[in-house]
Structure formats: C-alpha cells, structure tokens
C-alpha cells in the first residue's frame, strides 16, 4: 500500500470512529425518548365502565409529582378483589376505563397514566414508574372496598416490566403480562448492534433478572404478530417465571391491538376470576416459589 493509500485508508478510519462516536453519543442523549414516548392526548375522551362507577384520581408520588387517572369500582358490596394496571410506552389509559366491564369484571381497577402521560406530571423513568406502581399497590390495598390480600398486576410491553418489579416488592396476588420481554437492555442490544448499550442505558427494566423471584400465578399472552418485542425475548422470560400459569398467543392480533380484542380481554377476566376464586390456602400454596 502506498503512501497516498494509508492516507487515505487511515482518513476513513479516522471518520468512521467519529461517526460511531457521535452515534453513541446520541443515543446516549436520547435513550428517554428511545425507551419512553409520552403521550398527553386522552384515547377516551369521556371514559367510563359500564360494569364499574368510575371517577378520575389525583394523586402525589412520595416526591410531590401529581399522577392522573381512574378508579373503578364495581357495585358490589363488601371488599372485592382488585387491579393495578400499567400501560405502554406510548399509552395513555383512558380506554381501561373503558373496556374494564369486559377486562375486570366484579374487579376494582386502578388504572394510572406514567409521569409525563396523560395529565400526569413529570418526567417518566425506570425508578420513577417502579417507585409510582408500589406506592399505587399500597394505596390501593388500604381502600376499604378492596380485599389487599387479592390485588393483581397486568402490565402491557413496557408496563410488563414495571409490574414484574411491583410483583417482586409487594404481596401481589396474580400477574398478567401482555407482550412482555426478558429485558428493555436485550432488546436494545439487538437493535444496536455496533454499540456499547450496556454501558449508556439507564432504564434497562431486566425483568428476566426477578422473574425467578416471583411468586404470585403469572399469565403471559402473546400478540401473534410482533414486531416490537420478538417471540424470542418473552421466550426468554417465559423459562424464568417461577409460576407461570399460562402462555397464549392471542389469533389475528399484533403488538398495537392485542389489549382491545374480545380474546384478549375474556381471557384476562376468565384467568383472574379463576385466582381470585381460589380458597386462601390454595392461592397461598399457588404464590409459594417452586
């Protein structure tokens, strides 16, 4: 190789670091965005279950931030069963409201938008949305129409994640997962070949790490088609959870649908109505590890 050559091949190399550089660098800067994409603009307009009485709540994480949502509660007397549910990286969940005489039956649903969601304020992030969902389970637990001993979890995508780590910190009765993954840092590793990902991403939400730790009864639906999080990475999830009960793929349904279709939401009615119908002792045995 001549002189002119080395030059010319050390110049290319020279822009090439640059460029993985500068492309590093901004996926480091932007990784809230890459993980997170708010959204302020309600789906419902009016929400409102035809199975519960519903009413908007506003309430204050342990730092102040004001969090927006609704209370379903069902008109039945005596204290009920109970949801908490998390939403998507970019729902907003007015709809819950909506669809929750189908999805949660004779259930109470708290049903909260994320920091930065809906008319919530803030910023969202990993400990933010995990710190949120725990004070959320422990407000819900003390209302005096909920039974706290039979509160459960249904996380969606990105929400699957901050469920696993509600499950794992508090007495969680039964989990759903909705498309959920083995970890937001695999997921980004594959997406970002060429890039140190492990070392720039702060909200990694590695379910796969606590999933061993769960001990509550744990659904899994799949969307048949999905583009987002591939079957490979909640099959890696899947070979972790300690109590799995259930791993279904919904038919004709892809990432974007699967929570408002009919099979979705009768069989998330019929796997929670069937846990919270357990006597005490069988669901006691059910949430022991192994």
């Known amino acids: 190789m001549n002189t002119t050559s080395k030059k010319v091949a050390a110049g290319m190399a020279g822009f090439a670091s640059v460029l993985w ?35 908007p709540v506003v309430l204050r994480a342990k730092d102040g931030t004001r969090l927006c949502g609704w209370l379903m509660t069902p008109p ?27 999805l949660f039956p004779g259930m109470t649903v708290l049903a909260m938008n994320y920091r930065g969601y809906g ?11 995990v710190d949120d969902g725990c004070m959320l389970f422990d407000w819900l637990a003390a209302r005096a129409h909920v039974d706290p001993r039979r509160i459960a979890v249904v996380g969606r995508s990105l929400g699957s994640g901050v469920a696993v780590q509600v499950a ?59 583009d987002v999080i591939p079957h490979s990475h909640t099959d890696q999830l899947v070979a972790k959870l300690a109590q799995l009960k259930g791993d279904d793929i919904i038919p004709d349904s892809d990432h974007l649908n699967i929570p408002y279709l009919e099979a979705t939401q009768q069989r998330i009615a019929t796997f929670l109505h069937g846990q919270f119908s357990l006597p005490a002792m069988i669901a006691a045995e059910h949430r022991l590890p192994g």
């Open 21 to 55: 550089l500068g492309l590093t660098a901004a996926v480091a800067a932007s990784q809230r965005r890459l993980v997170f994409n708010p959204t302020v603009k309600r789906e419902v307009q009016s929400p409102r279950s035809s199975g519960h009485r519903t009413r």
């Open 76 to 102: 039945l007397p005596g204290p009920q069963p109970a949801v908490l549910y998390f939403g998507g990286r970019s729902e907003e969940v007015s709809w819950v409201a909506r669809d929750a005489g189908k």
């Open 119 to 129: 008319a919530s304020q803030g910023d969202p992030a990993e400990t933010h949305m």
């Open 168 to 226: 794992k910190e508090r007495a969680v009765h039964s989990v759903v997962l909705i498309t959920p993954y083995d970890s937001i840092l695999a997921i980004a590793k594959r997406r970002f070949r060429a890039m140190p990902i492990e070392y720039m991403l702060r909200h990694r939400f590695e379910s796969i790490k606590y999933a061993p730790s769960l001990t509550a009864p744990t659904y899994v639906l799949r969307a048949a088609v999905d």
